[in-house]
């Protein structure tokens, strides 16, 4: 832990004397040297932590110095965090808008403005470097005096006095007399200890070697004492016996134990799971330290009261999670909270984030998902240009505009598309080409002219795996555009998965993709009569099918065959120049509320036409599992569905030919479908 918040100062000291040669802050006279005596120091330090957190737990005294050690550490780490944020905001508002000539005389103002307060900024670090230049002298000066050595080269010396510890291998302790001593001294103990607060001694009197040690060992490490007692000390008395000395010990070790919790209680994660029937207690507030607060509440209750005073005395909080705490109104002064880099307010009655907490630099992550009455984002949220990780899942009524400038950006579960023309907003995604994972994109129905995708620049999203795509709209607009937005969509390059909801075009479109596509999920697109070609896709593992309200018969464009076999091959998956494969490699096949759908060419009972596949076409040779549900009208399966020797499980329900047909032994087509290992009605 010491070394990991040693490395954390000596880069951010670094970073500092790297700006400061290149002018891009200027330090208080003198105090650059201050800092290379600081780097000097932590690295002196750092060269002997392995060697002295082994120690401590032999050595009481090296945990206190360890304890010191992190105390100035995370000290230098908020003062030096504190510049950073001050000059990352200085470069952010010097550089704002610089395409705007309207704007450089505001920026030349800001910037002014800036470097007045900044003058009193660096006099404040520089007196609190100084000041932690002091304490680190104390630290290397007794550093020194433990002689901490590499672990190599470490070498035990005997103890002339041995001291012994309260731990007991209880395994290796015999005889029944021990066990009566113990209840004994019990006893006592806890009949004296339920008695008052009063100090009480119980002496063990004897020789030495019967066992006076064990007996207290035993006692110590006994479930009910560590449930009575609060805080349980251990000390050694050595020869020459000293009250004094021994007093001092008990006082340190105690002492330790409370600074031990006031000092990690900075960066320690306090939680609480309900605050409605556990409410925060008035002692949070004097821990001002405190570096991670985690609050999770039902939706019921409401802490705006205490959110103002909670955030005006946390002022070192990295982490801050107020989920479900029945927030309406974030503080304004959540601005003031410059070190935050994880914030949660998920689940909250919030309708929009103050533009204060576009001054929070160092944020890495912001969680406002489930916030459903959430309207926007604040308008220069592009200044969080550390951000990393942003969640609006489920704030349907968000309204995103400004996060172009968010370039550092990772995830984005959700982008809502508004407005058209000059007001579009989706041109924003375009420098997000960091994004990682999944996207959604939301009313894309909103969208009126298809240029306008094009400017999202999607096919520059490499590290995208999955899109999720709603066609949805929130305004009025032309349900032609939607075959056009469509095809003018350039899907990220590796994605295996494409889901793509609320389609209302006429044409059966699929954007162009590459050959990494092993999802599909097509959901409600209910003007199209017939299904895209989806069997030219080589990598296609599992496709669901639902709710096609207006398709009626699934042929042979489908498979990707198109009328005549022989035309359309040059684009399918071909394992020789005589033989086609659709579909080569889907596993999974669902069709779920298809309630025009009757025919599925190469059925039984259909016209001769529709059989007519060519011989050298090979009809998803790895199939294994088939879904049909909620398909009332649909007669048949399709021969090489039937014929598969792959199939594993077929599985119908709601649709009652289907179900006449193969669920039944008697059924016209038991014979041809009763080899497959499961057949089941949905349901069961």
Not at 103 to 108: I, L, N, Q, T
Not at 294 to 306: E, F, L, Q, Y
Not at 491 to 508: A, R, T
Not at 532 to 551: A, I
Request: charged residues 30%; neutral net charge.
């Amino acid at each position: 832990m010491a070394d990991a918040l040693v490395s954390v100062v000596l880069e951010q000291l670094r970073s500092i004397i790297i700006q400061e040669v290149g002018q891009e802050v200027r330090l208080v006279v003198g105090i650059k040297n201050e800092v290379e005596k600081l780097t000097s120091s932590f690295r002196a330090i750092q060269a002997v932590l392995a060697n002295a957190e082994e120690r401590q737990l032999e050595e009481g005294y090296v945990k206190l110095w360890l304890d010191q050690l992190k105390d100035v550490s995370y000290d230098m780490d908020d003062v030096l965090d504190e510049w950073g944020t001050a000059i990352a905001k200085s470069q952010s508002k010097v550089h704002e808008h610089p395409h705007k000539n309207k704007k450089k005389v505001c920026s030349f103002m800001i910037f002014s403005c800036f470097r007045f307060r900044e003058v009193g900024l660096r006099r404040r670090v520089a007196y609190k470097i100084k000041e932690l230049n002091e304490r680190i002298d104390v630290i290397v000066i007794v550093k020194n005096m433990f002689d901490f050595k590499s672990l190599e080269a470490r070498i035990k010396q005997p103890s002339v006095h041995h001291e012994t510890a309260s731990v007991i291998d209880v395994e290796n302790v015999k005889g029944r007399e021990n066990e009566d001593r113990v209840i004994r001294v019990m006893e006592r103990l806890l009949s004296e200890s339920s008695q008052g607060p009063a100090l009480r001694t119980i002496s063990l009197v004897g020789m030495g070697g019967i066992g006076k040690t064990t007996l207290a060992k035993l006692v110590y490490n006994d479930h009910e004492v560590e449930t009575r007692f609060e805080k349980r000390i251990w000390v050694c008395v050595s020869d020459p016996f000293d009250e004094i000395t021994i007093a001092k010990a008990i006082l340190e070790d105690l002492k330790s134990k409370i600074d031990s919790f006031s000092r990690d209680a900075r960066h320690s994660m306090v939680v609480f799971r309900n605050y409605e029937t556990d409410p925060l207690p008035a002692t949070i507030h004097s821990l001002k330290k405190l570096r991670s607060l985690i609050v999770d509440g039902p939706r019921s209750s409401s802490m705006n009261a205490d959110l103002s005073k909670l955030i005006a005395n946390l002022s070192c909080l990295r982490t801050l999670k107020l989920s479900g705490c029945g927030i309406e109104k974030v503080s304004s002064n959540i601005g003031k909270l410059i070190h935050l880099r994880h914030v949660n307010l998920s689940r909250n009655e919030i309708r929009e984030l103050p533009e204060e907490m576009c001054e929070l630099y160092n944020m890495l992550t912001l969680d406002v998902s489930d916030c459903e009455e959430l309207e926007r984002l604040p308008d220069n949220i592009g200044r969080l240009v550390k951000l990393r990780h942003l969640s609006v899942l489920n704030c349907d009524f968000l309204k995103m505009r400004g996060v172009e400038g968010l370039s550092s950006l990772r995830e984005l579960d959700v982008f809502h598309v508004s407005g058209s023309g000059e007001e579009s907003n989706i041109g924003d995604l375009r420098n997000l080409n960091h994004l990682q994972g999944s996207l959604m994109i939301k009313w894309l129905g909103d969208v009126k002219d298809p240029d306008e995708v094009k400017k999202a620049e999607l096919h520059n999203k490499k590290h995208l795996t999955q899109l999720d795509l709603w066609v949805d709209y929130r305004t009025d607009r032309r349900i032609i555009c939607d075959d056009k937005v469509l095809e003018a969509l350039e899907p990220p390059p590796n994605i295996y998965s494409l889901k793509i909801y609320d389609y209302q075009g006429v044409i059966p479109v699929f954007p162009s993709c590459t050959n990494k596509l092993r999802v599909v999920v097509l959901w409600k697109w209910g003007k199209i009569e017939n299904l895209p070609p989806l069997g030219k896709l080589p990598s296609l593992e599992e496709l669901r099918v639902y709710r096609m309200g207006c398709v009626g018969r699934v042929g042979r464009e489908f498979l990707g065959l198109g009328v005549d076999s022989d035309i359309s091959i040059g684009e399918m998956t071909s394992s020789s120049s005589n033989t086609i494969i659709a579909f080569p490699k889907l596993k999974s096949l669902s069709f779920w509320r298809m309630e025009k759908w009757e025919e599925w060419e190469g059925g039984e009972g259909g016209n001769e036409d529709k059989t007519n596949i060519s011989i050298s076409t090979i009809i998803m040779p790895s199939l294994r599992y088939l879904r049909i549900r909620d398909c009332p009208k649909l007669k048949a399966l399709p021969d090489y569905v039937l014929q598969s020797t792959t199939l594993e499980q077929l599985e119908i329900g709601g649709s009652s030919i289907l179900e006449e047909q193969y669920l039944k032994e008697g059924g016209e087509g038991w014979p041809n479908a009763s080899h497959t290992p499961v057949i089941t009605k949905y349901g069961r």
